[in-house]
Structure formats: C-alpha cells, structure tokens
C-alpha cells in the first residue's frame, strides 16, 4: 500500500494553534512543495501569514490566531471542522458516521480525545495509518471531498455577508476581522483538497440539489435558542 503518512503534517494545520504552529505550517508546506506544486501554492499565502522568526509565537500573537481559528471553526464559525456535520447535519447519518470512525479509531490505536469522531485533523490521521485503500477511498470519496468544498465555499465573501446578518439578527454583533485575515484558514482547506484531488484521482464535484446547508442548519440552531424556554404560543404545544 502507497505511504499516506503525509496527511499526519496536513492534520497538524487544523489543530488549534499552540506555540509551534508556525512551524508545523512550515513542515507542511516544505512536504507540498516538492510534491504537491498546486497545493503548495494554495497553502502558500497562509504560511506568509503564520510565519515568524524561529518558528514559535509570541503570547500576543498566539492569542490572535487563536482568536481567528476559533471565529472560523468553533464559534460564530465561518464553517465547522465536524465534516460529518457539514455533510448531514444532526441527521442520523453522522451517528452512523460516529460508530463506524470510532472502531476504526481504535483499530489504529489513534485518540479523539474530546473532539468528536468526525473532527476533521482526527480523521486525516487514520488516513495517515489506514491500511484498507479501499475504505480509505470510498471516506475520500464519499465524505472528504465533497466536505471539503463545502467548507471552503463557506469563506466566500456572499457567504460572510449572509452569516454575519444572521449573527446580527440573533446577537446585534458582527465577526471583526479584516477580510484577509479573517478568512485566512480558506488556505489550508484548499491546499489538503489539491492533495486529496491528486492522491485519489478525484473527478469534479458537483453539489446535489438538496444537500445540507451549514447557515441553514447554524440558523435553526440559533432560533431553538432564541425560543428556549419561552412559552408556547397559544394553543401550541410545549
């Protein structure tokens, strides 16, 4: 079986940011650019972001990427790191997902700690150790690839402008970034989707008609907020 062992350097772009980060950035790059030339480039601009002198940051600068990772995967998130959720949302399909990832997980001696199963970083290293090509490429396939646009689409400046209305109307706040650095982790996203393209032979992909909206479903989430413990219209049911 061809090595996949590259992927353990691209799930080290989406672990949150400690001291290091720059340099795990750097090693990632390093490997992309011998040979993977077109992610490489895709990833370039977010190393010229991340870079610093010896390869670790400052507390203040940790505190910004920090910051910037949380607002793009976590919370008021431009998209979320759970691919299972970006794919089926809370429909049962992503409890499958859970239950088959973890066996895996366990088979491959990896630790979700406390992230979820589908956490993005979690699942490129079974990737990194998987033995079975044939699973690991219907995952790709099947999971992975369409995920992946998803997600990057969600740093689209139509989609920043939809989800920052929506904060604004549950919130009355908005996201405060600037428009480079506020949607810089686009980068990454689309530097492991090239690696992904040419590692599995990957075809185009198309959305489906219907398919799971992350701001509709981050909508829904946010109106069952709003609405908890207030009572029941009249003559509704609690």
């Not at 940790?62 to 431009?78: G, K, M, N, P, W």
């Not at 219907?138 to 689409?153: C, D, F, K, R, S």
């Not at 689209?156 to 549950?170: A, I, V």
Request: proline share 5%; aromatic share 10%.
């Amino acid at each position: 079986m061809r090595s996949l062992a590259h992927y353990d350097y691209l799930a080290a772009l989406f672990d949150y940011p400690e001291a290091n980060y720059p340099a795990q950035v750097q090693k990632a790059y390093d490997l992309l650019e011998v040979r993977y030339p077109l992610a490489a480039a895709e990833l370039q601009p977010f190393v010229e972001q991340t870079q610093t002198e010896g390869g670790t940051y400052t507390e203040e600068a940790l505190d910004e990427i920090q910051e910037i990772f949380t607002r793009s995967f976590d919370v008021q998130a431009i998209t979320t790191l759970g691919v299972g959720y970006v794919m089926f949302g809370d429909d049962y399909k992503r409890g499958e997902l859970f239950v088959n990832l973890s066996r895996e997980y366990a088979d491959a001696g990896i630790y979700c700690g406390t992230e979820l199963a589908d956490h993005l970083p979690t699942v490129l290293r079974l990737i990194a150790r998987w033995q079975d090509e044939d699973l690991v490429a219907e995952l790709v396939e099947e999971l992975l690839h369409p995920a992946l646009h998803q997600m990057i689409a969600e740093f689209g400046s139509q989609r920043c402008q939809q989800r920052n209305k929506l904060y604004q109307k549950h919130y009355k706040t908005l996201i405060a970034s600037s428009a480079n650095r506020g949607t810089m982790f686009r980068a990454p996203l689309a530097a492991l989707l090239e690696v992904l393209k040419e590692d599995f032979t990957l075809s185009d992909w198309k959305p489906p008609e219907q398919d799971n909206d992350f701001l509709q479903s981050l909508g829904r989430e946010l109106d069952i907020e709003d609405n908890a413990g207030r009572p029941a219209p009249s003559g509704g049911m609690s």
